[in-house]
């Protein structure tokens, strides 16, 4: 037996727990992880309290990160002992995730512990941190140089957006950071934020081009913000999306495409092939000041998951959430 967070739903309607577990129920894969640690992402406070379509069949546990110790492995790319991690892939929603103390995985979604970092400080990055990585390689590959001018992060309070902040101030870009919360301006500007914008400048139905600004930008939210976001992006600029906090909609026009050449780049994190995302791994390890990691995350146990779910959605959360599944 072991614990974890099940999702449940049937005639008597749709819940999440903390349950004990029986190892036989484990779905099918050829590598068996003994889990140390997960996160809680936006993504899995939809899963847990219902919010959102996010969980394709029950019952399901939820998480979509997770680190650990392969226990049993007939996968040739591991053996029982390999620190190990895994981001996305689907686990959460239509397999088995990390918010447990076991997983059994694909071992293809999985990819080594680099050394660089502890089982703690790789989920302190997480999906979120490597999806912001994924953004930063994407404004570099489309010729985007810190002298180019200011970056601006959206929901930059967020996971994704504070370690794009924090990346993206130490490869010496000028951020400018958007949030919804005054009371982390601070916090922003000690992760590098030059400046923090009130995400209400850019929430609304805005002009189909705006006043040239940001030479490229990270955007989690996506509806109009993303519309605003692209409508004031410089010449030849580069957007890059990988969010819908704020919305699924882009009611966008082709003007910042047709008249200023922006690009726009989407982000995905979930089936993004394995070089891609040992790539990301290995520059997070370069790139990340892990100092700041102590002031981008905190940590909870698995019984603190359930209220945290919904403090996330709420918006009452900053940076990152780390769960150490063994307390």
């Known amino acids: 037996m072991f614990k974890g ?10 819940r999440a727990g903390l349950k004990d577990i029986d190892e036989s129920q484990l779905p099918d894969g050829d590598v068996t992880v003994r889990v140390s640690h997960s996160t809680l992402n936006y ?34 790319g591991y053996k029982p002992g390999d620190a190990v991690l895994l981001n996305g892939w689907g686990v959460g929603e239509g397999h088995w995730g990390g918010l447990a103390q076991k997983a059994r995985l694909n ?23 490597y999806t912001a990585m994924l953004c930063v390689l994407a404004l570099e590959r489309h010729g985007v140089k810190p002298s180019d001018g200011e970056i601006l ?28 919360r005054p009371a982390e ?20 139905p805005g002009k189909p081009l705006g006043k040239e600004r940001w030479a490229g930008a990270v955007d989690v939210v996506g509806s ?19 969010g819908l906090a704020g919305g699924m909609d882009f009611p966008s026009s082709v003007a910042p495409f047709i008249l200023r050449g922006v690009t726009l780049v989407g982000i995905d994190s979930v089936m993004c092939p394995t070089p891609d995302r040992l790539e990301a791994w290995r520059r997070l390890g370069c790139d990340l000041d892990i100092e700041k990691l102590g002031v981008i995350s905190r940590e909870i146990g698995l019984s603190e998951v359930m209220p945290f779910a919904t403090k996330l959605l709420n918006g009452e959360v ?8 063994n307390r």
């Open 318 to 325: 900053k940076g990152r959430v780390v769960v150490d599944v």
């Open 43 to 76: 993504k899995d406070g939809l899963a847990i309290t219902g919010k959102g379509p996010v969980v394709r069949k029950f019952p399901m546990v939820p998480g979509i990160d997770l680190v650990g110790t392969v226990e049993a492995s007939s996968h040739h």
């Open 224 to 242: 109009h913000t993303l519309a605003n976001v692209c409508a004031t992006t410089k010449y030849r600029g580069v957007v890059t999306a990988c």
């Open 107 to 129: 071992g293809n979604w999985l990819v080594p512990l680099p050394a660089s970092f502890t089982p703690q400080q790789a989920m302190s990055i997480g999906t979120a941190g």
């Open 185 to 204: 301006a601070d916090y922003l500007k000690g992760l590098g934020a030059k400046e923090v914008l009130d995400r209400a400048q850019f929430s609304s």
């Open 5 to 14: 967070i099940l999702i449940e739903k049937d005639e008597s309607g749709y």
């Open 153 to 180: 992060v959206t929901g930059a309070a967020g996971g994704v957006g504070s370690v794009a902040t924090a990346v993206l101030t130490k490869l010496g870009y000028t951020v400018v950071a958007v949030s919804g």
